[in-house]
């Protein structure tokens, strides 16, 4: 499974197929524990299966804090 963390701005590129970029990412990774800070703003979290042909079941906890 394919993880990342995109900004408002990062989302627009993905959405018309522009380059990848991102605040983070985890590439093909079964499981993973993920601290991320992130300033004032929207993200996106984004789960991707590294083949489309294939189904993938994703199981998350997420937790945000305010400091």
Same mark, same amino acid.
């Given at each position: 499974?394919?993880?990342?963390?995109?900004?408002?701005?990062?989302?627009? $590129?993905?959405?018309?197929?522009? #380059?990848?970029?991102? &605040? =983070?990412?985890?590439?093909?990774?079964? +499981?993973?524990?993920?601290? $991320?800070?992130?300033?004032?703003? #929207?993200?996106?979290? &984004? =789960?991707?299966?590294?083949?489309?042909? +294939?189904?993938?079941?994703?199981?998350?906890?997420?937790?945000?804090?305010?400091?």
């Amino acid at each position: 499974m394919n993880f990342f963390i995109i900004s408002d701005s990062q989302f627009q $590129q993905w959405s018309t197929g522009a #380059t990848k970029a991102s &605040l =983070f990412q985890r590439q093909q990774t079964p +499981t993973a524990k993920i601290r $991320q800070l992130l300033g004032p703003g #929207t993200y996106y979290i &984004l =789960f991707a299966s590294p083949d489309p042909n +294939t189904p993938v079941t994703v199981a998350a906890e997420l937790y945000s804090k305010y400091d």
